[in-house]
């Protein structure tokens, strides 16, 4: 039913005029008592408090708000009160403390700029609040109760209302719901404990504290559990209808030891005319999970699996995730395929899509197969593998044509690192250690990449509602630090009008002969943008490719279980103008919602790895070690172990003075430069935990 509120507001929208005083609509209104002009200015007032409307006190008169006079933004807030907003623009603002007015970290908030600054801003209204649940240690001191955030972005301790505390006791790590904000921003929030999760030193518990303050959960719904049990773990005959069987083809999976949700199976046939027939055989998800129904509700929320060390947060219950969609070793199961027929250079000539049926001859790892590449292999185990041994060296050659012709187009190969934790039998971190990443890693990686790109060409030729992978060019201002920075270390950059993939790739090349390659791959993975989900092809920069899409893991990821449902429509002739809108609102939505999701997850994997690394950090402080500059600020210089643990030396510690560059990210004097890919050697000297912050004290320079 309209109110007057909303009625008022409709009058006003369509005054000719931008200014309106209240005696205009008075007599717009054509009021005559003193009640209903009340009313009138009373709504104004409650207009106005919504940031609906302005008063502009010195001309007495009103006028509707315009885009230039608030905006919307997340509140990044800050322990000592002041915080910044967070513009999709990446104009970030600051807030000082005075001007927060209630706000607190993560909240949506609408904001007006202060004036007379070019950078300052001031919260008028909270639109939504962001943290309703908070992480943290349990401190009950004189009966006085308050968890203190584990978040050092929430600025306050949380209050814990009589009763409310589900009997946990003082130091142990609790899940704090939010049940009242104050009005002063002097006061604490209140809220009561809904999960004891431990105290902090007994097992597990760190990694739980990390999943409960991302929002992880390994639980789901009882609606979605219930439906998901009740899925056959067998196939049946209906399930086969319209399929191709390739049960008797040569098809198995290449995946990590530890790997339970085995969504890619690969086959091949080299031809005698040089060709590679590529058969791409991915986890048909969507014939379990269909759209709008519980699991499919769940799974768009979630959006994508969470992997932190040594726990998974699916998300597809375990009976999909790990059973009947997983492509096991000797059981049938159910996939949409990409067979593809490449040439010698590499270029897909053609390629059937369509859904099928398969039985995995072998669960693949990476290990075995790198083994039988590099022929050290023992005897029984390669008897073991006997019938795929040429298969896979047919899938050597094809995967080194494929990655020389992404090469040549200016593919932007980073050199990253991936780690694992060792553990001792208490569960408590003991080493920390570099992921090998071998050539069957990255077979596997190329022939998902011709796959994904494959399946995006074909809807974008098709003009299919799609769900893209895309990653657009590097900013022009930071890109020209980096230009500037490369030119400065006698890298030979190409000058162009617009920078191009192989201009950066070749300038990576070039440093890799230098001793400031770490520093050109550190500097140029910053500049990089995120890659994200949309449903506009705009190309993919980092991987040189023009159309590209995530179609591989639908077990794992929301926008490939689109994609699939997508393709299988298309490919069945039922894309009717109505599916053909519904799934324009679903990839829109989809691709929004996923690239929310996988930065969270993103930021969750991160702080996981960083609070296993502050563990390991305290069982070695004291100790001396080699590392590699991996930040310079004015405040100090960040430092990296072979083993990707980093800590922080301050300036203070460093002994002498010096002047800051950020133009050749360094710290320097007359006698001696600290720049960022410098070798030194570093001693561990103090862990925070809370903080996640590691500080390290200068050696010696190597």
Sequence with gaps: ????????????????????????????????????RKAITDTLSELEKDCEVIFDARNHRYRLVNERDYGKAEFQGNARG???????????????????????????????????????????????????????????????????PDDQHFASDIYIQPKRDMGAKNGQKVVARITVYPNDARNSPEGEIVE????????????????????????????????????????????????????????????????????????????????????????????????????????????????????????????????ICSLYEKVDRLTLSCEMTINAKGSVTGYDIFPSVINSCHRMTYTAVQAIFDGTMVDEEQDKYSDIVDDLFAMKRLAEILQRKRDKRGNIEFDTKEVYFVHDAKGRVVDVKLLENSFSHQLIEEFMIVANETVAEYAETCCYPFVYRVHEKPQEDKLSVLLALMRGLGINVKRSQEIHNSVLQDALIQAKSTPYFNLVNDVMLRTMQKAKYSDVNTGHFGLASRCYCHFTSPIRRYPDLIVHRVLKTAI?????????????????????????????????????CDVKKCAYAERVIGKTFPALISGVTERGIYAELPNTVEGFISVDKLGVQLTYNPQQFCLYNDAVKFALGDSITIRVESVNRQACKIDFSLATIS
Aim: charged letters at 30%; one cysteine or more; glycine letters at 6%.
């Design 82 to 148: 002041f915080g910044f907003l967070i513009r999709q623009d990446g104009e970030d603002l600051f807030v000082s403390a005075s001007k927060t007015h209630g706000a607190f970290h993560k909240d949506t908030v609408l904001y007006r700029r202060v004036k007379g600054t070019a950078d300052e801003a001031e919260i008028v209204k909270i639109i939504s609040r962001g943290m309703t649940h908070v992480v943290g240690t349990y401190d009950k001191t004189n009966n006085a109760r308050f968890v203190l």
């Design 572 to 608: 069945s002739g039922k894309l009717t103008d109505k599916a053909f809108r519904a799934y324009e609102d679903m990839c829109y939505d989809a691709a929004k919602q996923s690239s929310i999701r996988e930065k969270i997850a993103d930021e969750a994997e991160r702080k996981a």
């Design 196 to 323: 004891v999760l431990g105290f902090p030193n007994e097992l597990n518990v760190d990694m739980l504290s990390v999943a409960r303050s991302f929002g992880l959960s390994q639980d789901f719904p009882h609606e979605v559990q219930v439906r998901a049990e009740a899925i056959p773990q067998t196939l049946g005959a209906k399930d086969l209808e319209g399929r191709r069987d390739l049960r008797n083809c040569r098809i198995f999976t290449i995946d990590g030891e530890d790997a339970k949700d085995l969504d890619d199976a690969v086959s091949v046939t080299a031809h005698p005319d040089g060709t590679f027939t590529l058969g791409v055989h991915i986890a048909d998800v969507s014939h379990y999970v269909k759209p709008g129904d519980d699991i499919d509700k769940e799974a768009f929320n979630r959006a994508t699996s969470v992997y932190l060390p040594e726990t998974v947060f699916p998300m597809l219950p375990r009976e999909l995730s790990n059973g």
């Design 1 to 36: 039913m309209e109110t007057f509120k909303d009625k008022l507001l409709q009058i006003l929208k369509n005054i000719n005029s931008e200014y309106f005083t209240v005696k205009q609509l008075y007599g717009i209104l054509q009021t005559h008592s003193t009640a209903e």
